[in-house]
């Protein structure tokens, strides 16, 4: 137990670089806000960009990690294994700025208990970091590190002159904080490099909630992408980062059309954002072209949430893209866990998979029926999808079972079950 001087736990503050869009931190955090507040509890927000709950939060743009600041201290710190005097002033002047906000944000709001969103885990932001492990160690503040991606996962993060500050806050080892991490290959190496142990809690979905339906709203989606009748719509439900395999897909894609099954495959990469700068998408539009496959990615056309264009035409959200799909492909290299792959159970579409390390460790062993590389396309890769694409039967039996996994191990029952628990770490003897 992490003794602590709270008592009495009812007011959450979520802690991180942004609370926006739908990168894998938002989305947990997101599910966590849900299950808090069915629970009971009241949830506030601290973060460098936001587009939730005003009046229930305080944005300090410096905490954003693409903040041109933030970014110009990063790659230096990154780049160079000497750092200049200046430069650790500069890091301590957005540091001292962030921590000020930071008191004020704990008390004005009346915060009970931190959560800190992947802030204590991966090094995007060290000003941030460094003022958050500072506030918990003055404030002996109770806080869960709910660590998604650590600084050893990235090779970015391996070189540079940074390693006082990731000793000091990516993670901290404070005595008022309980971590949290979403695989259990995490939750080894974390014991294992810093003697810190945690609990794992994997990503989850609202499997109980009603999903978004083909209706009139998004019938005409798959015309606005220029799609026939015929056509096979791949989906490709991520960012376009390396480590997100997108070569594969594209490869998946043309192979498929050189079955001549009847129908050809266009392939939808929905999410815009480029958090790693544009040279892989370049690599990835001309890949396309060499491989002689339609690359849709249509920003203005498909959005977080549906809405409206400045032109007057719809904007269509990331779920009508699943409704409207025909199959989806999540071909990563590595992932903490895995959003997409739940979102596509959810929405029972059949999927391709790449083994990654977390896939095979965490997810593979409850039993989902997927079609499945090892790090590469295959002849018996491309069959099994034009198998299920072809077999209306087969298909539906797929998604049903994997739906029906999901919702036993990967719900929100999950979180209503542990975070009470983990909530218990902080409390004080009477």
């Not at 947990?28 to 949830?43: A, H, M, Q, R, S």
């Not at 540091?95 to 704990?106: I, R």
Request: glycine letters at 6%; one cysteine or more; aromatic letters at 12%.
């Amino acid at each position: 137990m992490y003794l602590t001087r709270t008592r009495d736990i009812r007011r959450v503050g979520f802690v991180s670089t942004r609370f926006q869009g739908t990168d894998g931190v938002s989305l947990e955090t997101w599910k966590w806000n849900d299950v808090l507040i069915e629970l009971g509890y009241e949830t506030f927000f601290f973060s460098g960009k936001s587009d939730w709950f005003p009046e229930r939060s305080r944005v300090v743009e410096e905490a954003f990690f693409r903040h041109p600041r933030i970014v110009e201290l990063q790659n230096e710190i990154f780049d160079r294994s000497t750092r200049r005097r200046g430069l650790t002033a500069e890091v301590g002047e957005i540091k001292g700025k962030l921590k000020v906000a930071l008191y004020e944000f704990v008390k004005d709001f009346r915060i009970d208990v931190l959560v800190v969103e992947n802030a204590f885990a991966i090094p995007v932001n060290i000003p941030l970091g460094v003022a958050l492990a500072e506030l918990v160690a003055e404030l002996e503040m109770p806080t869960v590190a709910h660590n998604h991606d650590f600084a050893w996962e990235r090779q970015r993060f391996m070189t540079g002159c940074a390693e006082d500050y990731i000793v000091r806050a990516f993670p901290p080892r404070l005595h008022s904080i309980s971590h949290v991490v979403i695989n259990s290959e995490a939750r080894r190496q974390l014991a294992f490099r810093c003697g810190i142990s945690s609990v794992m809690m994997p990503n989850v979905w609202n499997f109980d909630e009603a999903p978004t339906v083909a209706d009139e709203y998004n019938a005409g989606m798959r015309a606005e992408l220029g799609l026939g009748d015929s056509d096979v719509l791949f989906l490709q439900p991520t960012r376009i980062i390396a480590r997100k395999g997108i070569e594969s897909a594209i490869e998946l894609v043309a192979r498929y059309n050189a079955l001549d099954a009847g129908s050809q495959g266009k392939l939808l990469i929905s999410h815009p954002e480029l958090d790693e700068g544009d040279e892989y998408q370049k690599r990835v539009l001309d890949y396309a072209k060499f491989m002689d496959v339609e690359l849709l990615v249509r920003p203005e056309l498909i959005g977080v949430q549906r809405g409206t264009r400045a032109d007057g035409g719809k904007v269509y959200s990331l779920w009508d893209a699943y409704v409207r799909s025909n199959f989806v492909t999540y071909p990563s290299t590595y992932e903490g866990f895995g959003n997409a792959f739940l979102e596509a159970i959810f929405y029972r579409k059949p999927i391709l998979v790449n083994r990654y390390a977390i896939y095979a460790q965490d997810i593979e062993p409850l039993g989902f029926r997927t079609t499945v590389m090892d790090g590469y396309v295959t002849d018996s890769v491309v069959k099994d999808v034009a198998r299920v694409l072809s077999d209306p039967v087969e298909e539906r039996k797929r998604v049903a079972e994997n739906f029906a996994i999901g919702k036993k191990y990967l719900s929100y029952e999950v979180l209503r079950r542990r975070l009470p628990n983990i909530f218990m770490n902080f409390g004080a003897v009477s």
